[in-house]
């Protein structure tokens, strides 16, 4: 119920989405004769366009998820293994075009790839099933197995969990998946911005894991507050990600599936 719910009331959260319903709603406002209502709506509409389509504003919700855990050392040692998030490949493309394709955070799959050829004897996890309410046929870890495949990687180091639907889930299937042992060094790999929840989460389920976050969108300096953006929809889908991610903490810690309301290293 909790995924069916988050995904819904995401539908209709999305600043994005929001903006849309505002410019409805201010048509219907100036079609009844509500001038003030309307100008109204379609002000906020601009406004939240430039500062958070073209302006600044996107990377400003950003840059303190991105900041939040550091990178992980060059010259960390050689853990254990890595758990990969879902959330890199497009399995409903990739389905449809009987190929493996790489969604816009398909950093996650080529920096992992990257660490399984630094520390060749590292164990990786993928774990993703499906995270789409409709066209959820091919899981992600079917697109990411083809992926691994194609670049090399022995397929005896690699694991994949493809039930998940979720964070929470993520967490808790690879958790009983793999029953780590004491002593083991496991290294999560997802996006920056994704990292406060995602370690939330993790702690919660009582799996201890080293951060390693990737898929930057953002400089990290202060630049980030002054940069404009080079498109509005790139701007919007900054705002969106961020938006959906302080959601995302305040919900799961509500629920009592993070240890933290912005966990912090």
Do not use: C
């Amino acid at each position: 119920m909790f995924f069916y719910l988050s995904k819904i009331l995401w539908f209709f959260a999305a600043p994005s989405n929001l903006m849309v319903v505002a410019t409805g709603l201010a048509l219907v406002a100036l079609y009844f004769g509500r001038r003030r209502i309307a100008r109204g709506l379609l002000w906020m509409v601009v406004v939240f366009a430039v500062f958070f389509g073209l302006g600044p504003g996107g990377q400003i919700l950003l840059s303190p998820l991105e900041n939040r855990f550091p990178q992980l050392p060059g010259d960390f040692p050689a853990p254990t293994g890595f758990i990969v998030l879902g959330g890199g490949v497009d399995e409903v493309v990739s389905m449809a075009r009987s190929s493996a394709e790489l969604s816009e955070a398909g950093t996650r799959m080529t920096a992992s790839a990257a660490f399984a050829y630094r520390y060749p004897n590292a164990r990786i996890v993928f774990t993703g099933g499906s995270g789409r309410i409709l066209g959820g046929d091919v899981s992600e870890a079917d697109v990411a197995r083809r992926i691994y495949t194609s670049l090399g990687i022995a397929p005896e180091r690699m694991t994949f969990e493809e039930e998940s639907r979720n964070t929470w889930e993520n967490a808790v299937f690879t958790r009983d998946l793999i029953k780590p042992k004491p002593g083991e060094v496991w290294v999560l790999v997802t996006s920056a911005y994704h990292m406060p929840r995602s370690m939330g989460l993790f702690r919660k389920a009582g799996f201890s894991v080293v951060p390693a976050p990737v898929d930057y969108a953002t400089r990290g300096t202060w630049y980030d507050f002054i940069r404009p953006s080079a498109e509005t929809s790139l701007g919007l889908r900054r705002t969106d990600r961020a938006v959906r991610e302080y959601i995302g903490l305040v919900a799961y810690y509500l629920s009592g599936k993070s240890d933290a309301l912005f966990p912090a290293p």
